[in-house]
């Protein structure tokens, strides 16, 4: 079937996840020592910088930025530059064994902002800011986990050389890794441990790290032209300009992709638009699986099955959280629906791909989404995914 006659986005089929269930404890950290406090005027400026470089790398989340509470908007800030600090080390590296060096500082950066010493680095000094201010909100209940943290860092070092992803699971399971990771941090930066709020983050996550995953197919297939020793591309590979198509091999077999074509035929490339929607109907079944268990809470007081990341790293709760009635889950809803509200412009996006019919490369895909703004607002305030 070509995917011009696939169902419009109300009729793409739903996903069904694993039943498990899930467990999560926050724990206290330490706040800054004074001898290590930057000033007012570094934290400013280490706010500003952070803004500015989500501005420029991930414009949906500064626009998205407002509906978190003020309290949380440092770590929020802070998370998001992190990450795109993080993804960015294959574009600004010239060989995979600098990338891991990268990283490696990335992980030293983490545990001394979060220890209380930040290094003279923006980033680093907005996050250990951040971690003091929840450190005092939460009266030491509370903290950003560094085991996220890693983990964001440890999955994108996975991929610094752009390897396939060998399944359309693998690929959720990065998505689990690095953007569902994401906002489980600005969940516990609220700060809020719940099992639906998870549960719900989870699936946002996974649809926008598919996503994200799409957006820059174009940019690692091609990259651009770069002097020699400078790796090249906003998303892509460190190292030589060799490009890749990343979609699962799974999907690409099943579609009768081969990467050759894509090279030579772009868009045109047999099965290739077959496989995009295959992957993009994955992202769409997760955002449509949030919005069902969103409905069934409010109607049934369940979320109609239980998270799929049962006691895994941080996942942890007390009795207590894990047999909290309707009204308080309806209540941990409210307090962290802003930090869903990717899920608005994940949403647009997929929207925008299935307009295109599924062609990666259509130039309205990189475009910006000017009525954003307006969309979340909208949402937002009738607290709709």
Not at 35 to 41: C, G, L
Request: aromatic share 8%; charged share 20%.
């Amino acid at each position: 079937m070509r995917p011009s006659q696939f169902p419009l986005a109300p009729a793409w089929r739903t996903y069904r996840p694993h039943r498990l269930s899930l467990r999560r404890l926050l724990h206290a950290s330490p706040c800054l020592k004074n001898s290590a406090r930057p000033s007012v005027a570094e934290t400013d400026r280490a706010r500003a910088y952070c803004a500015n470089l989500v501005k420029t790398y991930d414009a949906p989340s500064h626009i998205l930025q407002t509906f978190v509470p003020p309290s949380s908007r440092d770590a929020y800030l802070a998370i998001r530059a992190f990450n795109v600090d993080v993804a960015r080390v294959a574009d600004t590296t010239s060989t995979p064994t600098i990338g891991m060096m990268r990283m490696q500082f990335w992980r030293d950066t983490v545990t001394k902002a979060l220890s209380g010493a930040p290094p003279k680095e923006p980033v680093a000094i907005l996050l250990a800011k951040a971690a003091e201010d929840l450190h005092e909100r939460s009266g030491g209940k509370a903290r950003l986990s560094k085991n996220w943290l890693h983990r964001i860092i440890n999955t994108r070092e996975q991929y610094l050389g752009n390897p396939p992803y060998p399944t359309l699971s693998s690929l959720e399971s990065y998505a689990e890794n690095t953007y569902s990771t994401m906002l489980y941090l600005t969940l516990s930066a609220l700060p809020q441990a719940s099992i639906t709020t998870d549960h719900i983050a989870s699936h946002i996550g996974k649809a926008m790290g598919i996503a994200a995953v799409l957006r820059g197919i174009p940019l690692i297939a091609f990259p651009p032209q770069q002097p020699l020793g400078i790796s090249g591309g906003v998303t892509g590979s460190s190292g030589p300009t060799q490009g890749a198509v990343l979609l699962p091999l799974d999907v690409m077999a099943e579609a009768g992709v081969r990467e050759e074509d894509v090279f030579r035929q772009g868009a045109a490339a047999p099965g290739l638009r077959d496989a995009v929607f295959t992957v993009a109907t994955r992202a769409n079944d997760h955002l449509i699986t949030a919005r069902e268990m969103l409905a069934k809470l409010r109607a049934e007081g369940t979320l109609g099955h239980d998270f799929e990341h049962q006691n895994e790293e941080e996942h942890n709760y007390s009795p207590r959280e894990l047999s909290t009635g309707a009204e308080t889950k309806l209540a941990e809803v409210e307090r962290a629906f802003g930090v869903f509200m990717p899920s608005i412009s994940t949403q647009s996006w997929l929207d925008r791909l299935q307009k295109a019919d599924f062609d990666i490369f259509d130039n309205s895909l990189r475009t910006a989404d000017w009525k954003l703004p307006w969309k979340a607002y909208w949402a937002f305030s009738r607290r709709r995914l």
